[in-house]
């Protein structure tokens, strides 16, 4: 139903508050190589995570953080497991973006404004497939992380920088990385046309890169309730892109 919301998020006071707080701890322990710091305040925002409904898509996010530590450490086994659940949340979230709440979106003049007004149910499912196509940009991460762990580790590169585009950009600056790892293994393959197609990718990005991290969020104020479009950008802006190879 058009404006219907998730149910079951942040029951708990403060939750997505300190969810945000907690994930930002593992991403600077994380980038830093602190893989058992990142794990432990991970974890810890997986817990809080509970409070959300099942198919939050910050639950993914949690669940594709951790996997990338199990992958960090070499624990393939661990590793394979986690990404496995982690795509799987990520595609239970597909519910959630359903039901987001749409609210008006802003507008330069006021015939845009009678318009969306008139016609709301489209410009819902308008905005309601963008939100489907940020999902997948956060869906990409844990195909990255667990590319290594693929029959085709090149494809599920691929895929992932592909998604990266729809829900972001072309120029966002984590597809550099994917097209670099693609480019290496397609090289390796003996497809040199296609290893050099992604590599003046990646330097086309890196020329001109679009950043969508942590940097993109302001910090949640305390009993602040952030948008629907807001936890979906938390759970994609607050998951790192960490392509491996075999």
């Known amino acids: 139903m058009a404006g219907e ?27 830093a190589g602190r893989v058992a710091d990142a794990y432990a305040a991970w974890r810890s925002a997986a817990a809080i995570a509970r409070a959300f409904a099942a198919d939050d898509p ?4 949690s669940r594709t953080n951790l996997a990338l530590c199990h992958a960090a450490r070499g624990r393939v086994s661990a590793a394979r497991r986690a990404f496995q659940r982690a795509l799987g949340a990520w595609a239970a979230a597909e519910p959630w973006v359903a039901r987001m709440a749409v609210g008006q979106r802003a507008r330069s003049s006021g015939f845009h404004l009678r318009m969306e007004g008139k016609h709301r149910a489209a410009y819902d499912a308008l905005a309601r497939a963008e939100f489907a196509k940020l999902l997948g940009a956060g ?19 691929e895929e992932a920088q592909a998604k990266r585009a729809a829900g972001l950009s072309w120029r966002e600056a984590e597809r550099a990385a994917i097209l670099r790892a693609v480019a290496s293994l397609r090289q390796e393959a003996g497809d040199d046309a296609s290893a050099l197609d992604a590599r003046q990718g990646a330097e086309a990005i ?12 302001a910090a949640l104020r305390d009993g602040e309730s952030p948008s629907d ?18």
């Open 5 to 31: 919301r998730p149910e079951g998020r942040g029951e708990a006071p403060g939750a997505e508050r300190r969810w945000e707080e907690r994930t930002r701890e593992g991403l600077a322990a994380f980038d």
């Open 58 to 61: 910050r639950r993914a996010a």
């Open 139 to 157: 869906r990409a991460a844990a195909l990255a992380g667990s590319a290594h762990l693929a029959r085709d580790p090149a494809a599920a590169l």
């Open 229 to 246: 479009l807001r936890r979906l950008e938390a759970a994609v802006y607050l998951t790192p892109v960490v392509p491996r190879r075999r």
């Open 206 to 217: 890196e020329r001109d890169p679009v950043g969508f991290g942590p940097e993109r969020l």
